[in-house]
């Protein structure tokens, strides 16, 4: 059963652990290669260098907060990792606990063995055990592989935000 205590759960030869304050780095590069991987190539404005500007800070914070989960997935080398925070309700969504998957990569060569779907199993554990009563994660719209990945596992379209991009004058 999976648990999402230190030390839970290994998947074939990958071990997925919460992150220690010690493991920053290693969130902070494999945060660095989805920037440049994802949000690189689907979005022009995305801000490329900001895991090595202000990750640190982010995620020394997010690793204290009892209501954000950061998981590394790791052999001998960190092969991917997984961020997800606790959102609760608002005026309009009174009830909602949302768990928000924020962040999740696996390294290109461990793609498709089942890494990912440990790491979403995990943050549904966490989630779970956070009281959450909804999952959400978003992907841009022109990645395919990542829309079908979540709809795989029980993620459905909620919301769609369309953007018109403007021509600078």
């Excluded at 652990?17 to 945060?31: Q, R």
């Excluded at 089942?114 to 978003?138: P, Y």
Aim: glycine share 8%; aromatic share 10%; with cysteine.
């Amino acid at each position: 059963m999976l648990s999402w205590e230190p030390g839970y759960g290994a998947f074939m030869s990958v071990t997925i652990t919460p992150l220690s304050p010690e493991e920053v780095p290693h969130l902070i590069a494999s945060v660095a290669s989805l920037f440049v991987e994802d949000g690189g190539r689907y979005d022009a404005f995305m801000a490329t260098e900001w895991p090595s500007e202000e990750g640190e800070s982010y995620y020394r914070d997010l690793v204290r907060d009892e209501d954000a989960l950061c998981l590394l997935a790791r052999d001998e080398v960190v092969v991917g990792h997984l961020v997800g925070r606790i959102r609760r309700g608002n005026p309009l969504r009174p009830t909602a606990r949302t768990a928000v998957l924020e962040s999740m990569r696996v390294a290109t060569g461990r793609r498709r063995a089942g890494v990912g779907t440990a790491l979403v199993n995990a943050f549904t554990a966490w989630a779970r055990h956070h009281s959450a009563n909804e999952l959400s994660v978003s992907a841009y719209a022109a990645n395919p592989m990542a829309i079908a990945f979540y709809r795989a596992r029980g993620f459905e379209l909620f919301e769609v935000t369309s953007r018109h991009p403007l021509p600078v004058e």
